[in-house]
């Protein structure tokens, strides 16, 4: 069963960490180039002080870009998230919201970049915001991208 956008962002928000943390994955785009994820601020995913748990909002930024990369470059690239950093400006309440954005023409430049085997390092950004738009934090996550060495019939 080939995965699709719609049952990727389902089974995602169904996987157990997803939802026991109060992350819905709302969307991913049908070219693999846009995602939106919501966390629902709920007793369970929020702190001492009612807010949401900076945990929860890292986890509802943690895969999706290098998510995004993997399917625009496809089976031949390894691409993995290898660091992020979060910056809380506001408490965030309610609902909060993430969208995220690989264009095509920034997946086909790291293509060329991590072409022949190079490893590419590369930062994104995007903002959690609330209900009203607001700004509850900001976020950047490295991606580690590079082609997959290919092996010929000669060498094995």
Partial sequence: MRITPRRLAVGMSLWAPNLFSGIRIRRFSEDWTHA???????????????TAF????????DP????????????????????????FLKPGRGVLTAEFHVSA???????????????????????????????????????YIREKKRVTAAQG
């Fill in 36 to 50: 939106t994820v919501e966390l629902h601020v709920n007793p369970i995913t929020r702190n001492y002080v009612k």
């Fill in 54 to 61: 900076g945990g929860s909002m890292s986890a509802m930024t």
């Fill in 64 to 87: 999706y870009f290098f998510m995004l990369v993997m399917h625009q470059l496809g089976r031949d690239y390894v691409v993995w998230d290898t660091r992020g950093e979060i910056e």
């Fill in 105 to 143: 023409e920034q997946a086909a430049a790291l293509r060329e970049r991590a072409a022949g085997g190079a490893k590419v390092l590369e930062w994104f950004e995007t903002v959690i915001t609330d209900r009203t738009g607001d700004v509850v934090a900001t976020v950047r996550r490295e991606v």
